[in-house]
């Protein structure tokens, strides 16, 4: 399972910005989305998740400013990010959890995936 990680760049503190990760491969099924960042320095963290059941859950510094979305029919999960602060800079990752095929039309083994990362810059 293959992920791929767009829309960063350079943006002005308060500006909008919408990153996507695209889902590629064979697998049963995806249990939870979600994204992380890391900044300059600093470890991995988690920004935001979202399940197959719609529970979505996010850090507290980018709740209420950044909602994910996903759309099962096209395989993608966006990332709105509203009002972007110097903070959010970092290389954002899209992570998926879920199932490969089993047998016949059974969940096999589950597999965590990472996309490559996509750059986001806010400027002050």
């Known amino acids: 399972v293959q992920l791929q990680a767009s829309g960063g760049g350079l943006v002005q503190s308060g500006w909008s910005l919408r990153l996507s990760c695209q889902v590629s491969g064979s697998f049963h099924s995806i249990t939870k989305m979600g994204w992380y960042r890391q900044a300059p320095g600093k470890e991995r963290e988690l920004v935001a998740t979202?399940?197959?059941?719609?529970?979505?859950n996010y850090a507290a510094s980018v709740k209420d400013r950044f909602t994910i979305t996903r759309d099962s029919d096209k395989n993608t999960m966006n990332l709105h990010m509203n009002f972007v602060k110097p903070e959010d800079t970092g290389v954002y990752y899209c992570?998926?959890?879920?199932?490969?095929?089993?047998?016949?039309?059974?969940?096999?083994?589950?597999?965590?995936?990472w996309g490559q990362g996509t750059l986001v810059t806010v400027s002050s």
């Open positions: 979202l399940t197959n059941v719609g529970e979505q």
């Open positions: 992570n998926a959890v879920g199932s490969l095929h089993g047998k016949g039309w059974s969940p096999g083994r589950t597999f965590t995936s």
